[in-house]
């Protein structure tokens, strides 16, 4: 272990980063502001309970790639299970699932604003095909409202994904929206209803893989464990204060709270947010970027 890698996050990539480094015979150190690793991607349990933990947020690891599905069952050392998604929405005092059903959503809209979604879709239909108005597919707000309307973008899409991004659906980029909704408009969506594609689900996240015990954030305590098993090195509550270098090369990190320490590497890789790691920069990055300006 010659060489060193000192890696700035314990997220989840900042985790994998390290652990596939630390496979090839690299020694590596981890960096993490916070008290736990996996960022958002955490879980904690109350009480001392030993069967029950919470996450802090929704998360679901899903994907096609049998290579990913056997890395992430190595590292949660067989602690996992194959779930099925139930996604609601509360709204009019019912539950819509999510994805959105027809039969589901024909139930349970109030008939006023039933009729105004369909009446509201057919006229921005016509709208788009005749000229009357340009709808644009470079934003979510824009993609989904021509392809659904706009009652039920701001039903069931607008509002929820704006509290959860925290920005306007106008400057969402509309790749979001094609990633995440498969059905193509809401023509498409009362076909698929009514003759639904044999051994086809709904969506790319229907089935996930999830510990069976711990929570999400397991997936990140895994990650550590076998890091230090493999001689590396995870630290929690050391926030890289300073990034020092020297010209465009990195020469050392100064991390911790009052009591600072430093730790030098052969190489770095960052996975935290690029603005924390401008500020962290001694000296400070140069106001205008010249061309080739790198840090390696």
């Known amino acids: 272990m010659d060489r060193h890698v000192v890696i700035l996050g314990a997220g989840l990539a900042g985790l994998a980063s390290g652990y596939e480094l630390a496979k090839g015979g ?28 919470y996450d802090f947020g929704p998360h679901r690891f899903h994907t096609k790639d049998d290579d990913l599905k056997s890395h992430v069952t190595e590292v949660l050392d067989g602690n996992c299970v194959s779930a099925t998604r139930l996604s609601r929405i509360a709204l009019c005092n019912r539950f819509f699932d999510y994805p959105l059903k027809v039969g589901n959503v024909l139930r349970n809209l109030p008939p006023r604003l039933l009729v105004q979604s369909f009446l509201d879709y057919a006229w921005v239909r016509i709208k788009d095909v005749t000229g009357l108005e340009k709808f644009s597919d470079d934003n979510f707000e824009s993609w989904v409202t021509r392809r659904f309307g706009r009652t039920l973008y701001h039903l069931f899409f607008g509002q929820y994904t704006e509290k959860t991004w925290g920005m306007p659906p106008s400057q969402i980029s509309a790749d979001w929206a094609s990633q995440r909704i498969t059905l193509l408009n809401l023509t498409d969506t009362v076909k698929k209803t009514l003759f639904p594609p044999r051994n086809v689900p709904r969506t790319l996240v229907t089935d996930f893989i999830y510990p069976e015990y711990g929570g999400i954030g397991e997936l990140a305590r895994g990650y550590v464990r076998k890091i230090e098993q493999l001689g590396g090195t995870v630290l929690a509550n050391a926030p890289a204060v300073r990034v020092h270098r020297d010209g465009t090369w990195v020469t050392h990190i100064e991390y911790g709270g009052k009591e600072r320490h430093t ?16 500020r962290a920069l001694t000296p400070a990055a140069p106001e205008a970027k010249p061309d080739g300006f790198r840090l390696s």
């Open 263 to 278: 730790v030098e590497g052969d190489n770095y890789v960052s996975t935290i947010p690029i603005t924390a790691l401008a």
């Open 26 to 53: 690299v020694r590596v150190t981890v960096l993490e502001r916070e008290e736990h690793v996996g960022g958002m991607a955490s879980s904690f349990v109350e009480n001392g309970a030993e069967y029950w933990a």
